[in-house]
């Protein structure tokens, strides 16, 4: 499979190396130059399998050539091994055809295990094949640094540097990720906000000269990987309630159109999908354009679903890359005018196009709240935030009463207490077994100023198993 990017100018590369990529050379993102697609039969035959087994029938044509079969096979058992849910991604039923799935059983509470379990397994296995090593750096405001710190801390050929804002994340995220400890894994706590982190993660992208010829590698969402991985569970949710011989509905709560962008894939690839749903919060650029054809940037809102907080989406660029008929200077002329005026709209037939498929609303911090606590006295359920601004938005936009309806249930609610506890159900909350004793566990982490240079060296000092580089 080769991957091509969204905006023309960058080379065609391998699954390997679009692994190790991040962004392309020419600023675009890198997607598969032909999606595989399934007939009916074939997606009907899985039915029944266990999650690595389906993982390996919907991924298999995207890491061809990169990834031998039986180690493909073997990575993807381990990975999904780890879930704490027999099921791994499990549905739970709200309501008449309304259906949680589950995707909080991984080790770190979130989505975005699924995704990283497997990068980190994915990277070590390619760089002790070329006899590499690399150092991953990336900035956090919670989910994300201790997935992507999980992920990694049992490979043998990275080192990860994960930076959070100084007294900023929450005690649970912040102990998800200093708790775990490896030669391996640097946890810095960065006197400055979330944006100053993000900046020196930018910046040391720009001027690698402190890594010594080290490769540097990016985790974040627009990583090809992690949405490869996320394909997988819109199949495995699908076949449980009856497809493909039905239609089935998801809602999604995203920020960064990662999640989503996955449910749109797999439809491509042969499922049945007939709504996907945009569920965001205050900060609602997709929601803007989905409903008005206005992509445009506005101020950021801390909200009670710091998950979905940005002002850009990254991984929207893949989707105007197909609506705009895969025309790379195309699209590399319209992120410009995004990059000088702060937004764009689209022509009318591409967002009529997209608006066949995609419906999407904005949940506000009061009605997550009220919908945590309607769900609680219908079901018993306690949910997260995030998850909550998706039951919200299908149950607003919802087409179709007959078909089923799937939220993708993003975080365990016990990662976000202050908005439970806003909703008045927090008492109901305990942390999973595994995570009993998060809060007697030692800590480890280096506090340091916001400042490129002092975090640049201590890069360069504990690169290499925690040795200099
Ligand atoms: C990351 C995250 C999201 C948003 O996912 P995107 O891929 O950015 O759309 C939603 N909910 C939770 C709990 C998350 O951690």
Not at 130 to 155: F, L, N, P, Q
Not at 245 to 251: G, K
Not at 298 to 319: C, G, Q, Y
Request: glycine residues 8%; negative net charge.
């Amino acid at each position: 499979m080769r991957y091509i990017s969204t905006r023309g100018q960058a080379p065609a590369l391998n699954f390997e190396d679009v692994l190790l990529a991040g962004l392309a050379s020419d600023g675009g993102l890198y997607v598969p130059e032909n999606l595989p697609r399934f007939t009916q039969e074939e997606i009907a035959s899985w039915a029944g399998l266990p999650y690595h087994e389906l993982a390996f029938r919907v991924m298999r044509p995207f890491v061809t050539g990169s990834i031998a079969d039986a180690d493909f096979k073997k990575i993807l058992e381990e990975t999904y091994g780890v879930f704490a849910h027999s099921a791994v991604a499990p549905l739970r039923q709200l309501n008449g055809n309304e259906w949680v799935l589950e995707l909080f059983h991984g080790p770190t509470l979130a989505f975005k295990d699924f995704a990283l379990q497997l990068l980190g397994r994915l990277l070590d296995h390619v760089l002790s094949k070329r006899g590499e090593r690399v150092v991953i750096m990336g900035a956090t405001s919670g989910d994300t640094g201790s997935a992507a710190i999980e992920g990694c801390k049992a490979c043998e050929h990275v080192d990860i540097f994960i930076m959070h804002p100084h007294n900023r994340v929450s005690e649970v995220q912040r102990r998800q990720m200093t708790t775990i400890f490896g030669e391996n894994i640097h946890n810095i706590a960065i006197e400055g906000n979330f944006d100053d982190c993000q900046e020196m993660v930018k910046a040391s992208f720009a001027d690698q000269g402190f890594l010594k010829g080290t490769r540097l590698v990016a985790v974040n969402s627009i990583n090809w990987a992690r949405i490869m991985a996320q394909i997988v569970y819109y199949f495995h949710a699908a076949l449980q309630l009856g497809g493909p011989a039905r239609s089935i509905a998801f809602s999604v709560p995203t920020g960064n159109f990662g999640d989503i962008f996955a449910g749109y894939l797999a439809r491509n690839m042969g499922l049945p999908i007939s709504q996907l749903i945009v569920a965001t919060n205050r900060n609602d650029i997709l929601h803007r354009f989905m409903s008005g054809n206005q992509y445009v940037k506005e101020t950021l809102h801390a909200t009670l679903s710091p998950s979905m907080d940005i002002m850009v989406s990254s991984n929207f660029e893949r989707l105007l890359f197909d609506l705009h008929g895969r025309n790379g200077a195309a699209l590399a002329g319209l992120m410009e005018s995004f990059k000088q005026g702060g937004g764009f709209s689209v022509e009318e037939d591409r967002w009529t196009e997209a608006r066949k498929l995609f419906d999407s609303l904005a949940v506000n911090d009061e009605e997550t709240c009220e919908t945590i606590a309607e769900v609680f006295a219908q079901t018993g359920e306690v949910l997260d935030p995030h998850t909550a601004i998706g039951v919200k938005a299908a149950r607003e936009c919802r087409r179709s009463l007959d078909t089923p309806m799937v939220i993708l249930g993003t975080a365990h609610p016990v990662k976000f207490p202050e908005a439970v506890e806003k909703a008045g159900v927090g008492k109901a909350l305990e942390l999973p077994a595994h995570l009993t004793d998060l809060f007697q566990r030692e800590e480890r982490c280096t506090v340091l100023a916001n400042d490129l240079k002092a975090v640049q060296a201590f890069v360069s000092q504990h690169g290499n198993r925690g040795k200099p580089l």
